[in-house]
């Protein structure tokens, strides 16, 4: 029987087997992720801890009736750590890291049919977003980032409970939501938001999880309403300085301000120049329909519900981006109730977020690639990542920037009384830090700026008494007269 004839030649060698580089293990890589993003609260935000910065009152229980979780902790803090604002900043950058890291690896584990490179861009542009600076540098803004925090902790759980029906997470899910609105009921757009990335990302949502989640999201509202309105109604609700549609009950006008203020917020998140501590009247438009601002606010945010509406039930992800901006920002348009201060960039925190997922996808969808590809070409990569850190670094500066002005009240109030001429309460903190600083003179001089906008009685009796101390008889007697509407 003859023997097959080798092809293979007498000195030629075999090839080699090539090297299978194992995957880096996936805890290693979590490990590294969680560290850079705590890195990056603390190179954005570091420049926030000093010893003497703005506080308003933080330490006092009293001044968080609605949200008691927030003020335990600062009780505690106070309890251990004194009342010196250092240790109070370096909490606020420490919670900001680990908001930054849970965002991360919910989206991860949310996202996890779509490349790392995604919810990585969007974490990332979220956390150098300017408009975050108020609730991190400020101190009273501590139950914003508690209760986004217990939200987004709510939502990771409730995503483990569908992956394997395990009824722990589901309780700590709950957990998790009465935590958030005990911080802040700023927790409340999290009924919808929960529901609506289970539909979007999970095969659990159905009729009946969808007629449980109205069921509870009812009972929790009227809860809420039962406590705000009923049982413990605020002692001094804002007045006309705080809100005019504190006392305008008109609808049309309510309706009018609230596409304003909606065009306002999509204003500062795209553009955030300038950022400012406080609004109120007569910063923010209250108009009735007509106005041409509240038309072209209507039309756009027309326009973005009609496309989060056309892909609803394909399912796609600029769908679900459009409708967590809407949800988390509909609460502040001042039409359902109206808002302290008119707007506040700290409303704006949760809808930061869908803002980000939608620029991030559209960075995607400009350079032709699909998120969802768990490989992405390394020239297509480069311009996707030219594109983010183009944003990233214009935001970042302005971050940065914006955090120095917090660092006490003197630097916050000269920088931006010159975008704040039409606001009252700006005039009034102003004259007020020069009545603590004894300069009169300058005081009389912003006070006076207020009651020319608002001749509220309070402060015109305030500029009798200087101008009696002063010896200025004559306008001493003109804001006497002002202030009793003679």
Request: hydrophobic share 50%.
């Amino acid at each position: 029987m003859k023997r097959k004839q080798s092809h293979k030649r007498p000195n030629q060698k075999m090839p080699r087997k090539k090297k299978i580089v194992p995957a880096p293990k996936s805890g290693k890589a979590n490990h590294l992720f969680a560290l850079f993003f705590f890195l990056l609260a603390w190179l954005l935000y570091g420049n926030t801890i000093v010893e003497h910065a703005p506080s308003d009152g933080w330490l006092i229980p009293g001044n968080f009736p609605y949200q008691p979780l927030t003020g335990f902790t600062y009780l505690v803090e106070h309890y251990f750590l004194g009342e010196q604002t250092i240790y109070s900043h370096v909490i606020h950058v420490a919670l900001y890291g680990l908001l930054s890291i849970l965002l991360f690896f919910t989206l991860k584990r949310l996202l996890k049919n779509y490349n790392i490179l995604f919810p990585f861009l969007i974490t990332l542009l979220f956390a150098a977003h300017p408009v975050h600076t108020e609730v991190v540098a400020n101190l009273n803004n501590r139950g914003e980032m508690l209760a986004f925090i217990f939200g987004i902790g709510g939502l990771w759980f409730m995503v483990r409970f569908t992956e394997n029906r395990k009824k722990r997470f589901l309780y700590f899910s709950g957990l998790m939501y009465i935590f958030a609105y005990l911080s802040n009921v700023s927790a409340l757009p999290f009924l919808l938001l929960v529901p609506l990335a289970l539909y979007f990302f999970t095969g659990f949502f159905s009729r009946k999880t969808m007629f449980l989640s109205l069921a509870i999201i009812v009972l929790t509202l009227l809860a809420h309403c039962l406590v705000r309105f009923v049982f413990f109604p605020e002692p001094h609700p804002p007045g006309f300085v705080e809100n005019p549609l504190f006392s305008q009950n008109g609808f049309w006008i309510r309706f009018g301000a609230g596409w304003t203020t909606l065009l306002f917020y999509l204003k500062i998140l795209v553009y955030p120049v300038p950022l400012l501590y406080y609004y109120g009247y007569d910063m923010v438009r209250v108009t009735d329909l007509s106005n041409c601002l509240v038309l072209f606010s209507a039309f756009l945010y027309l326009a973005f519900f009609t496309i989060a509406l056309w892909k609803f039930r394909e399912k796609k992800f600029l769908s679900f981006a459009i409708f967590w901006y809407l949800i988390a920002i509909v609460f502040y348009a001042n039409v359902l109730y109206p808002v302290a201060g008119i707007v506040g960039e700290r409303f704006a925190f949760n809808a930061s977020l869908g803002y980000c997922m939608v620029i991030v996808t559209l960075i995607f969808f400009i350079f032709k690639t699909d998120p969802r590809n768990l490989t992405i070409e390394m020239d297509t990569r480069l311009k996707i990542l030219a594109g983010i850190f183009l944003l990233l670094g214009f935001y970042a500066t302005l971050t940065i920037a914006r955090n120095h002005d917090w660092r006490n009240l003197s630097e916050l109030y000269h920088d931006d009384i010159k975008y704040l001429n039409t606001s009252v309460k700006a005039n009034v903190d102003m004259g007020s830090f020069y009545l603590s600083q004894n300069d009169t003179v300058k005081a009389i001089r912003y006070l006076e700026k207020a009651v020319a906008l608002y001749p509220d009685p309070h402060r015109c009796e305030q500029l009798y008494h200087l101008f009696l101390l002063r010896g200025e008889i004559q306008r001493a007697a003109y804001y006497r007269r002002l202030g009793s509407g003679h």
